[in-house]
């Protein structure tokens, strides 16, 4: 690359500098000591034990006018765990740590901060910290704290002789010592923080320039560059390379004497590279392992709210940065705070998702989390996750963790199995318990190191003490070349390498590109024809920008219906995140603006994998391995070892500076804000000079951040400045966003829900299915749990939604202490007949039609329904009491009702919420209610099909004719109830009685009864008019017409049927049930023959619709179980119509008295087919040596002949109890399931008997309607139709 770059810095724009700011931060010794409140070690602890407030002492330049200068958050970050003091008696080694600061328009500047130990020599500050001890040991011997100081992790037994004799012989520990000063004898040291705040994170480059910085401190006069003249160069002098270009810089050595070290940075070619990254991933796997790392991986995914903690600050942001990053293409879109202040602990308490990093020392033993139902908390140090519940399998785990294993042995990088010392925890109570203490306050490690650095590694193995002669033996070993750490590896048959600390750097580029490919070669796999399912906008850009909450860009619905059905769960979830909404929102912008790089690189690899694999929408099922690999390493290696650009090495800029420090000093700011007109690169190539502006670069060379494609929507600000002002607005935005989120949530679901059942009734729209349907009403879940969650004082338990209710419940109970609830299985509340009032007194004349308007209303109170919950064995949480209270609430059209009267309880809130939650918003807490309250205008049956193990009571009754002598039955009867979910088996009706309640395992949705007798004693016959079932629990009343007699010799002789259910609807009143749920105008006595009034046009039209509405329901993505049978053989479905047709044209349904019904045809049909069959058996061999054609069309009519006198014998073999009528139907649908329906009308209409027995206008004898005939039924053939097993008696398939 030669020339210059002559471009003038735009306003907006960032200069592409490697740092912005260098910091010093530290003790302000004009202040004075202040402590630092946040901290809950301040009372018990020994004044060196105490965080005090630091500031920044320094930061050069003043400003920039790109990136504001924060003090107050740099300095909060900084020194995360405040000023800290120490004595000579500690360790006092140097600490690295980097951070991240969000700014609200989302754009990350990352900082880096080196931590150490100086002498404080202020005489005002030593004689404070003295007087605070002999305050504190005053206090401790006079007994006004009542207890001994608390020691820290890692002190040990060391003693001290400036303490009184009284107090060393109180104290329980006698490492509670080594926090004691003497200013006698003691030097007293304090931390300091240099740091620099760059625009991207080059980890490795500002670690090594501020440790080396630090030892560059010059403790004698002697040569080398001030400290001024490095921090001005890598200021002005050293830019960010281009994209696809490498540079070389100078930053200081390890010795003040030595010439600077060189280091290499690099940036990557978008879009045939993933974006940079610095930070380490064989970190992260060597800390948690691989099935920790996927689990954190999904709970990412899903916007679950995820918490880190670690004694070590770094380990928090390395694995925030690296999770975080493996996301790719798509990027966290809310609260990000990798290493969470101690003054900053209330926002744990914040409904939203959010990424945190808590200190294992800064929790105060008594932190507590709002909500637990979507946390996922993982400690570093101890290798253990907890995971929040419910949480979806990622697609292809177990082949995706092997081969990340694989890369992971190939680089030869440690990392614990899931059976070593991984934890993966759900419902243990280690960290998620009733009061939330997070672990670790109570343990003690005793260590040999005292130093603030414990906390960093107090869980790391203790050095074995070393002797004055092991010492020695050390140094004559090292004196003659051999080197320890090969004795010590002696059983080891390969020695490793060993690498330079910028070998080591280039290796862990290699390695993240190679896992990084990893993970996206997952996404891109799952989501290659993504583009075909985004919805491109008709309209202008700003107004589409106005409706976009209103507008669907995705359909979610087609996408999922092509995926495999064991990854429905999760992706089901996953398209309804913020980050896949962002990246699909930012892929239609593209129609207006430039294309987001991250979609640019996702686009680039989908299109590589079409070129190999074709441009089929649906991918194979089977998992497949990254293959880009070996290209995007290439082109990184090239980068590294062909480097390009050089910066100008650091030269003196001081001409007079002080000869030596004995600490860390504030440095020239003069000097330091002096900035260059122009900064120096040296092409490596011709060693030319060029100039290089400061500056963006557009179009062919623009350098983007990754900030600013990362998080386009704004995030919380977090400062330190905790007015009540600022608290009471922080607490506002995330009442106003649980409300927008109410709003959003009820719409969709309104609007999903009511297109779902626009298809159902043949308007078109989109279908939404069950999965998607579970997926919002789960979410509407997680909302509810936050908003309860939002301002709670007190945490009683993992649901504070199921907290409040059972609150609420006890209460109640004190009230009335009559009130019990069973345990052991779900009871209606009353055992009362609901039927049977003063009615039952009345005669039959004076007793109206009766029917399910009659049943005694269950109760629609609140405590009603949470026993019914608390009584469902197979929950073992409050989280999933929680759900399915909600999830019944919702299905029986309470939800908003129950939550009004829950917060009517006015005392209770305030005992319980703080002033500010949402809930004690009094006009927020209206609208909430009023978004849940327009659910009600559509069904839900998230209950009923959610919970398929729980045991259900089924009030049954019976309504028999009005007349007397057939109103009863002397038989022994039962009724067999199927649904979508399973089917009973018979269950006895007692002996003269019409209502009863039995428990059965969750059917479901009702969809047929079956009630028979045995046909004994003296007066078996019953005419039954309808039945009617309703499930106690959840309110569904579902009604069986039947209108006929069972009996022998009566009717069709029938004494089992087979009858079709339909939903009673809540919101008709008694005379419009009646009305629409009334008997089919049926048969009510032998001696009434049924006569057709339909005409051929009209039972035409009636035929085709039943045979529409079979093959809507099989077009269906999801079609439901049950809903067929209805389709088959409920009213106007195909049995009744294909009746209706039979009948037609019937010449006599009478003979010498006794009625003839379409089945007696069916038989008589058969007999002549038997007798065709014979005839042509024997003529079989002639017409084999005649006409081969002919007798392929022989063999045809031959199988179809044969197939229905075997479907008839398999009846009237297999279904003795059944009637005439119940016999066709029985025919119809298992002709329906093998596909003879249209194929036996030919010959039938051939046949004998329907000469004999059809006239001349009938469908089977005229040639038109017979024709009809057979064209409305041959669709049927395209679709594998599968029964009920209640309608098929047990007749297996004959194809």
Sequence with gaps: MNGSLDMIRGPEQHPSRFADYFVICGLDQDSGLEPDRFFGDSLQSTPLDRAYKGTVLGHYPDSVPWNHFDKHAVCMLCLPSGLRFRTQKHSIE????????????????????????????????????????????????????????????????????????????????????????????DKLL???????????????????????????????????????????????????????????????????????????????????????????????????????VIQLFTCLLLENQVLLRSADFQKLMVVSECITA???????????????????????????????????????????????????????????????????????????????????????????????????????????????????????????????????????????????TLQRIVDIVKRTGVNLGDIDSVDKTTKEKILTAQEEYHDTLIFNNALREIFLNRFVQIFSSYEHFVIQPSQDKEEWLCNRDSMHVFDKATFLSDQPAQHLPFLSRFLESQMFASLVDNKVLAAWSELDPNIRVFDQRISQLKQKVGEGIVRSPCYEACQAITATQKLLEQRLNNVELEAVPPTEILPHRAAYFRSFPLLDGVALNKEPTQS??????????????????????????????????????????????????????????????????????????????????????????????????????????????????????????????TTYQELDECNDATKSIDPNFLTPETEVSPTRGRERHKSSGERKSVGPEHLRPLPDSLIFDIRNVQAMTDIKTHIGYARAWVRLALEKKLLSRHLKTLLSDTALVRSQYKRSAFLRCEEEKEQFLYHLLTLNAVDYFCFTNNYPTTKLPYRVVIFPSRKASAATTTANSWVAISGTLCETNPVSIPKGALEFVFHHRNLGVLSTLRIGHDNTGLSPKWMVEHIVVRNEVTGHTFKFPCGRWLGKGIDDGSTERLLVGALVPKSIDNEELVESCSTPPRCRSPSIPRRITLTHIELQHMLGEAVNAIVKFHYRREPQDGSLTALLCGESGLVPSLEQTFLFGFKSQRLFGKNLYVWDYFVRVKENFEISLLEEMDEYSQRLSRDRRALTENNQRFNILRSYCHLIDQINTCSQALGKDGKFQLFICLGAREHLLHRMLSPMSEARSTVDMYEEISFLRSPQLLTFLIQILEPLDEFHIVLEKSLTQGISSIC
């Design 94 to 185: 140097p600490s690295f740590h980097s951070f991240v600061l969000t700014k609200e328009d989302g754009h990350r500047t990352y900082g880096f901060s080196l931590l150490f130990y100086e002498e404080c020599r202020n005489k005002k500050i030593c004689h404070a910290m003295q007087t605070l001890q002999s305050m504190h040991i005053t206090e401790l011997s006079s007994g006004q704290n009542g207890t001994p100081p608390i020691p820290r992790r890692g002190q040990d037994g060391h003693n001290t002789r400036s303490l009184p004799r009284h107090f060393k012989l109180s104290a329980h520990s006698p490492g509670a010592a080594l926090g004691y000063y003497d200013y006698t004898k």
């Design 190 to 292: 304090v931390t300091k923080s240099i740091s620099l705040l760059c625009q991207q994170p080059y980890l490795h480059a500002a670690r090594t320039f501020l440790t080396n910085l630090y030892k560059c401190v010059p403790r004698h006069p002697g040569p080398g560059l001030s400290l001024e003249s490095y921090v001005y160069n890598l200021l002005y002098n050293v830019p960010i390379p281009l994209p696809g270009k490498s540079l070389k810089f100078f930053v200081p050595n390890d010795e003040p004497a030595k010439v600077p070290l060189e280091l290499v940075i690099h940036q990557p070619t978008l879009p045939e590279e993933l974006p940079m990254l610095d930070y380490p991933l064989k970190d992260v796997f060597s800390w948690l392992g691989v099935d920790c």
């Design 326 to 468: 493996l996301l790719f293409p798509f990027s966290w879109q809310h609260v990000y705070v990798p290493i969470l202040p101690a003054s900053l602990h209330h926002f744990l308490d914040a409904p939203v998702p959010f990424v945190m990093g808590l200190h294992a020392q800064s929790e105060g033993g008594n932190l507590k989390i709002a909500s637990e139902a979507n946390l996922c908390y993982v400690d570093i140090d101890k290798q253990s996750i907890q995971l929040p519940e419910e949480l979806p399998v990622f697609p292809h785990r177990l082949q995706f963790i092997t081969e990340i294993r694989d890369l992971l042995n190939k680089f030869k990088v440690p990392h614990p199995d899931k059976t070593d010392n991984m934890a993966i925890n759900y419902f243990n109570g280690d960290i998620m318990t009733s009061s939330l203490t997070l672990p670790g306050s109570g343990f003690h490690h005793p260590r040999r190191k005292h130093s603030l650095h414990d906390v960093l590694d107090w869980d790391r193995p203790d050095p074995e003490p070393h002797s004055e």
């Design 680 to 805: 120096l690169l040296r092409s490596r190539r011709g060693q030319k000079q060029w100039k290089y502006k400061m500056k963006m670069i557009e179009a062919s060379g623009k350098l983007q951040t990754p900030q600013e494609s990362q998080s386009p929507r704004p995030q919380t600000k977090f400062s330190t400045d905790m007015s009540p002002a600022l608290i009471a607005q922080a607490n506002w935005t995330f009442v106003e966003k649980l409300l927008k989120d109410c709003k959003s949530k009820t719409k969709r679901m309104l609007v999903e829900k009511m297109g779902s059942e626009a298809v159902a009734l043949g308007h078109g729209g989109e279908f939404l299915s069950d999965v998607e349907e579970n997926t919002l009403v789960a979410s509407l879940c997680d909302l509810l749990e936050r908003v309860w969650s939002h301002g709670l004082q007190n945490k009683q338990g993992k649901s504070a939604l199921w907290s409040h209710l």
